[in-house]
């Protein structure tokens, strides 16, 4: 009897050790394949051949967003004439990382060269920067779920209410507020895009023989309101009007 | 363009006078091609204002002048009933100028087919003299003497008498050959709107196996296209009814364009040696001699069944191809190109079908390229970037019929990988402050030499829906928590529920070692656990503690409810119990006999627990 239930047992943890293993192997190789995609982008850079640099940054990018990665991306593609991708690949750099210096640096000079605006953000918007995006919601949790551990644990465990007790929920809670406000700042950040294509037509209708509004200059940001088709409407700083799907680049892709 | 048909050369073997017709050419060839370079070192003439029109070659005039003459015949003269003879009527003059008469007087017991007519330009010493002849199909219904009356005609307004002809016709055979005819070889019957298809008019040979030229070739009947740009002409042997004949045979392509039954018959001059396009001898054959006698030649009709194209199953980039076709793998003239930079696809089909009339694909219209299609026959591309957004040149839509399987067929060009480089931007702007000193270059970093911070992915947590129902698992804990809280609280104020509780689990696990000890015969044991669990199930209701409890406190707890026997049981239960301490034990109860009770009373005491 006693022989089976270690056997049981053994093959639990067989089974549990194999998952773990197999969910590690995964994850261990698709950043194995970005670090190759990575220096093999380098390479290309350093070679001149921006194009198939970019390609590879891009390769590497989508096996796993990375600060730096997008960083060297948004430099090839500016090297090949594509203002717009690189100011989102730059833009997607610091959503990664807020404290991306270079990716700071270069979205200043991309935009005096290119002429064009950093979005227009909200003051819960520009909160939401302060930290990476998953940050916040992290913070929220902890923050509520602690202030609402101060208030109830002490009760269960019957553990006399300290004064400290108070005053650190009133603090997490205080907190939780404040980073609702952020979150809600980064929920709103992702409809915040960029157009990808020079001179993309912002159109009346969203269809092909649309009336054209204006023509937007490529790494000009915009905010999506709605999608129809393959046309997305956006409200630029100039007007709203509807773009080409394949023409506009979201911060956060969908 | 490749096409997959092609025909066996033999050797010629020539007539005499075909073997000196063809070393005369071969001499005019010669002399042409040389002229050139003899004249190439010599100076150009200066030549007067239109002066060139005197190097331009005197062609021979057009005789207008002679008077018209007309000829009418019956071929054959002599015929058997119900045999095909033709009624044949020549005037020189042209084929509009003659106001014909149709019907022309007609016999009685001569039934007379549609008209067919043609013109051929003849050579009648130096000059051009056109001749127009008018064809009747004839077949007599009785036999006799039957005669065309001669009958005027008006020629440019100038009346032209045309003989009487006279037909002699027969029970039986003349024993004359029968009228001379054009052929038609189809190569298919049954075929598609605008699948074309090979026609061929066939000369079989005169009297003495010569064999003449065709003129002036035409194929008569509404929905057929023919294209005399592919017109091939040779003379080979040729089967006829059942014998093997060189022949003169012209072979041309011909499209259906109307869909429906067709006829097609073809109509030609005999023209004896006058060939007007290259040909091909294939076999032994010799040509008629002397001047040729120009003669209109019809055919028998052939009906063509058209079917019109299934509209169901069409694909993209149609362009009208019906046949068998394929494509080689298309080329690139260069894999990498700057932004405006033209590039060359080249695209390579065969086929089975007919690819003299084969449409290449239609050049697409696309927002990144500027797509020139090469004219045809070429089938090449040029294709020029207009920005550098593309990874791949567009896809060409282009698709076929095959007319065996009847269905449409996509034979699209795929899109080829090919990089395209834009302009760069600058990496570098000098700045200057307000005063306008300059101030330190604004620059692009330096590639980062690592990743960096990751993140799984550029989509917030806040978006997932695995993130919200995390956050359900502190809620899950404190629920927890507080169920467990008033669980305590209710046991806490309810000590009784506490008690029952535990003396049931004590009371299974005593019973469980009753039964052991009943099986294993050991009725030491099997008293002791008896009466430690008929302690602990009467222990709450005191409450006490079991161990303090002795047999006259169960008995006490049990009268009134328990029989005379239980009582029995109990009392024989604790008197072995204590037995077992006494210096004299008594005798050890029966088992089998005390293990009944003493089970019906423990699960009736377990019921009030």
């Not at chain 2, 396009?277 to 055919?299: C, D, E, M, N, T």
Request: hydrophobic share 45%; glycine share 8%; net charge positive.
């Amino acid at each position: 009897m006693n022989s089976f239930c270690l056997r049981l047992k053994f093959r639990h943890w067989l089974g549990a050790g194999l998952a773990i293993a197999t969910v590690l192997a995964g994850l261990i190789s698709g950043r194995a394949a970005a670090n190759d995609a990575f220096a093999r982008g380098l390479e290309f850079s350093r070679a001149g051949e921006f194009p198939e640099a970019a390609a590879a940054f891009r390769e590497s990018a989508n096996a796993q967003p990375a600060a730096g990665t997008l960083v060297n991306l948004g430099l090839a593609e500016w090297q090949c004439g594509h203002a717009g991708p690189a100011i989102l690949a730059w833009e997607q750099a610091r959503w990664i990382d807020p404290y991306e210096q270079r990716a700071a640096a270069n979205l200043n000079f991309a935009r005096q060269v290119a002429q064009v605006d950093a979005p227009s953000l909200k003051w819960y918007e520009a909160v939401s920067t302060w930290l990476p995006p998953n940050a916040w919601v992290w913070l929220a949790g902890l923050a509520l779920w602690l202030a609402v551990g101060l208030l109830v644990l002490p009760g269960i465990f019957r553990r006399p209410r300290a004064g400290w007790h108070r005053l650190l929920a009133a603090l997490a809670f205080g907190i939780f507020l404040f980073s609702l406000t952020a979150n809600s700042g980064v929920v709103s950040r992702t409809q915040i895009g960029f157009v990808v294509k020079k001179n993309a037509a912002l159109r009346l209708t969203p269809t092909r023989e649309g009336e054209v509004i204006t023509a937007v200059a490529a790494g000009e940001p915009a905010r999506r309101l709605r999608t129809r088709g393959n046309y997305v409407f956006v409200r630029t700083l100039g007007g709203a009007g509807w773009l080409e799907r394949d023409e506009f680049g979201l911060i956060c892709p969908r | 363009m490749q096409n997959g048909s092609h025909f066996p050369d033999f050797t010629p073997r020539l007539s005499r006078a075909w073997r000196m017709a063809k070393r005369a050419r071969r001499l005019l060839i010669s002399c042409g091609l040389l002229a050139p370079l003899a004249l190439a070192a010599q100076t150009p003439p200066h030549l007067p204002p239109g002066g060139l029109i005197q190097l331009q070659v005197q062609q021979p005039a057009v005789d207008i002048t002679s008077p018209v003459t007309a000829t009418a015949s019956f071929d054959p003269p002599v015929a058997g009933v119900g045999q095909k003879i033709f009624y044949r009527v020549s005037v020189d003059a042209t084929e509009s100028s003659v106001d014909w008469p149709d019907p022309p007087p007609v016999p009685a017991g001569l039934k007379f087919g549609p008209k067919t007519s043609g013109q051929l330009t003849q050579m009648q010493g130096n000059r051009f003299r056109p001749l127009a002849a008018f064809v009747y199909e004839v077949q007599p219904a009785t036999t006799g003497h039957f005669s065309v009356p001669g009958f005027p005609v008006m020629v440019s307004g100038t009346a032209v008498d045309v003989p009487a002809a006279s037909l002699d016709v027969t029970t039986t055979d003349s024993g004359l050959p029968p009228p001379r005819q054009l052929r038609l070889d189809l190569s298919k019957t049954n075929v598609y709107l605008g699948e074309p298809f090979r026609l061929r008019v066939i000369l079989p040979p005169g009297p003495n196996r010569q064999i003449e030229a065709v003129r002036e070739i035409e194929l008569n009947g509404d929905g057929l296209m023919t294209d005399k740009t592919a017109l091939q002409q040779a003379i080979e042997p040729v089967n006829l009814d059942g014998e093997l004949k060189p022949a003169f045979v012209a072979e041309m392509i011909v499209t259906p364009i109307a869909a429906g039954p067709q006829r097609v018959w073809a109509q030609g001059f005999t023209a004896g040696t006058e060939f007007t396009a290259p040909f091909v001898i294939r076999g032994q054959a010799s040509l008629a001699a002397g001047p040729p006698k120009y003669v209109l030649l019809v055919s028998d009709p052939v009906e063509i069944r058209v079917r019109p194209l299934p509209v169901a199953g069409e694909l993209p980039g149609f362009t009208g191809a019906i046949g068998k076709f394929f494509a080689d793998p298309p080329r690139l003239s260069a894999n990498r190109v700057q932004v405006g930079e033209p590039v060359r696809l080249t695209l390579t089909f065969h086929g089975e079908g007919e690819l003299t009339r084969f449409v290449p694909p239609l050049a697409p219209r696309s927002r990144d390229w500027q797509i020139i299609a090469d004219p045809p026959p070429a089938t090449s591309f040029t294709l020029v970037p207009l920005a550098d957004d593309s990874h791949e040149t567009p896809a060409i839509p282009f698709s076929y019929f095959d007319p065996e399987t009847g269905k449409y067929v996509d034979l699209t060009i795929p899109p080829l990988p090919i990089t395209i480089v834009g302009e760069g931007l600058p990496a570098t702007v000098a700045t200057a402050d307000d005063e306008g000193a300059a101030q330190p270059p604004l620059k692009l970093s330096a590639p980062a030499p690592r990743p960096g911070k990751i993140a799984g992915s550029l989509k917030p947590l806040q978006l997932r829906p695995w993130f919200i129902g995390l956050q359900l698992a502190p809620v899950v804990g404190f629920v927890a928590l507080w169920l467990w809280d008033r669980r305590r609280r209710y046991l806490e104020a309810h000590p009784e529920n506490v008690r029952r509780a535990r003396a049931r689990r004590a009371l299974r696990r005593e019973r469980k070692e009753l039964q052991k000890a009943a099986a294993a015969g050991d009725t030491a044991a099997f008293v002791r656990h008896a009466a430690r669990a008929l302690t602990i199930a009467v222990a709450p209701h005191f409450p006490a503690d079991p161990q303090a409890l002795v047999g006259g406190d169960v008995l006490a707890q049990v009268t009134g409810a328990a029989t005379p026997n239980h009582l029995a049981t109990i009392r024989a239960v604790f008197q072995a119990a204590d037995g077992q301490f006494a210096t004299h034990p008594p005798l050890a109860p029966d088992l089998p006999a005390l293990r009944p009770g003493v089970e019906t009373l423990l699960q009736q005491l377990e019921e009030k627990l």
